[in-house]
């Protein structure tokens, strides 16, 4: 193991896993310069392609601007054979014909590597974060998705899942891997991974039912025929039963338009929300901002005096509708002026300091 990590991309290997002890993983990472101590930590997860740059590289440019850290680990196929080792977690040998026989132990579950991956990144990094966000697409919402329903105590904050192809879904009247009958799950674990952040990200052209790679038998095509009409039923019937059960439900479903099956524009259309739980998890104490509505605008106050800054304004749907750039005066207040109604994020990213992303309701009356 490398004693340090220093600003840059790269990649370390990882071997403090017992199942992979004698086969280092590979972790593909990119740290911005400066900061890296307080820096907030994403963990992008691939997909079937099991091509962890890739993953990394639609994080990159984000990362430089917002200052975070993203961390990409390789599952390779030779390590974690087939979707038992990798969508489905190795918590069975067979994981569509699971039995108490196959059922693994927890240290051999796939997930079991994450949060002392994590713990690792910290000490090499000196970063003091509590914990991390993550991010997976295609496969690697499937692996995220599952994460979270098997292991709802670990350090992961909040988990962003777009495009999977087929879910677990948390009803325990439905067999594994479709459901969590028969799986190491119980009712007081499912209901804490309600109480967990999770956002469910799905395109709105992902709606090809003979996509290459998309699983199609009776339990797979009982959630939908695609990966949309899956991804709805997957959070309805979740939300359905956290409901039954009158327990705490931190999930929430975004749908994207004008976007399919594509890992790079989902990721750019999570940032803001990605950028909003970071800066949560960083909290950062520097100059506080204010902001305030009238009839000219939105005027945000309390960057620091002759200090240079960027702004930008995404809406929910991840697109930027504002931004703008100069050089801050202690009497000076910057001007946004909203066309339409609704909630945004506004994104400011000062230069000496940690980018923030702060969430506002806009109610334009006519």
Known sequence: MCQSLMPGTGFFMYSDFGPV????????????????DSASVLFAFHGDDRDAQSSLNAWISAANQNKFMVFAPEFSLALFPGGDGYNLANIFADGDNPSPQTLQPDSMWTFSLIDPLFLEIKKLTSNTSAGY??????????????????????????????????????NPDILFPYGTKNSPTTVSIGNQAFAKKLTVLLGKLDTNPNSAGLRHNIQADAQGLYRLARGRHFYAESQRIASSRNTEF?????????????????????????????????????????????????????????????????????????????????????????TKSGIYFMQVIPTNSK????????NKKS
């Open 250 to 338: 931190n999930w929430r479903l975004t749908e994207v338009e004008g976007i399919g099956h594509n890992q790079n524009l989902m990721a750019i259309n999570a940032l803001p929300l990605v950028l909003q739980t970071a800066v949560h998890i960083a909290a950062q104490k520097d100059a506080e901002m204010h902001i305030s509505y009238s009839s000219e605008g939105v005027k945000i106050n309390g960057l620091g005096a002759s200090e240079k800054f960027v702004f930008n304004v995404f809406n929910t749907e991840g697109k930027a509708v504002w931004t703008t750039s100069g050089y801050y005066q202690k009497d000076q207040f910057i001007l946004w002026q909203p």
């Open 21 to 36: 002890g004698n086969s280092p993983i590979k972790v593909f990472y990119h740290i911005p310069g400066g900061m890296a």
């Open 355 to 362: 980018a923030k992303t702060l969430k506002i309701m806009i």
């Open 133 to 170: 966000v993550a991010f997976g697409h295609s496969a690697g919402a499937q692996f995220l998705t599952r994460f979270l329903l098997f292991k709802p105590e670990s350090l992961m904050e909040h988990a962003f899942c777009a495009n999977a192809g087929w879910y677990t879904v948390p």
